[in-house]
Nanobody, 112 residues
Framework: QARLVESGGGLAQPGGSLRLSCLAS????????MSWYRQAPGKEREWVAA???????NYADPVKGRFTISRDNAKSTVYLQMNSLKPEDTAVYYC??????WGKGTQVTVSS
């Protein structure tokens, strides 16, 4: 049974940093594209970043240059390093794989 569990969310000040982790289990992690999405209050869920099995990455324009997605296939974990955080980054962040599985999300709040 596939499972994705996010962690690392919390409260950060504007300009600060957070690192999210997503631990995968129940499928061959290394074979699949892993992505991060986010959903802010009152808004639709939006794609943030993706990383292919060989390491190629893509980013949504609002986070390009500030966020970095990475993966450790040996640990079945995908990360999202978030720097220069802005209040508009406040959202629930979700991990997803290209098999269609989703985690339950982790809350990120950026506020002074």
């Amino acid at each position: 049974q596939a499972r994705l569990v996010e962690s690392g969310g919390g409260l950060a000040q504007p300009g600060g940093s957070l690192r999210l982790s997503c631990l995968a289990s129940g499928f061959t992690f290394s074979r699949y594209i892993m992505s991060w999405y986010r959903q802010a209050p009152g808004k639709e869920r939006e794609w943030v970043a993706a990383i292919f099995s060989e390491g190629t990455t893509n980013y949504a324009d609002p986070v390009k240059g500030r966020f970095t997605i990475s993966r450790d296939n040996a640990k079945s974990t995908v990360y999202l390093q978030m720097n220069s955080l802005k209040p508009e980054d406040t959202a629930v962040y979700y991990c997803s794989c290209s098999l269609g599985h989703w985690g339950k999300g982790t809350q990120v709040t950026v506020s002074s």
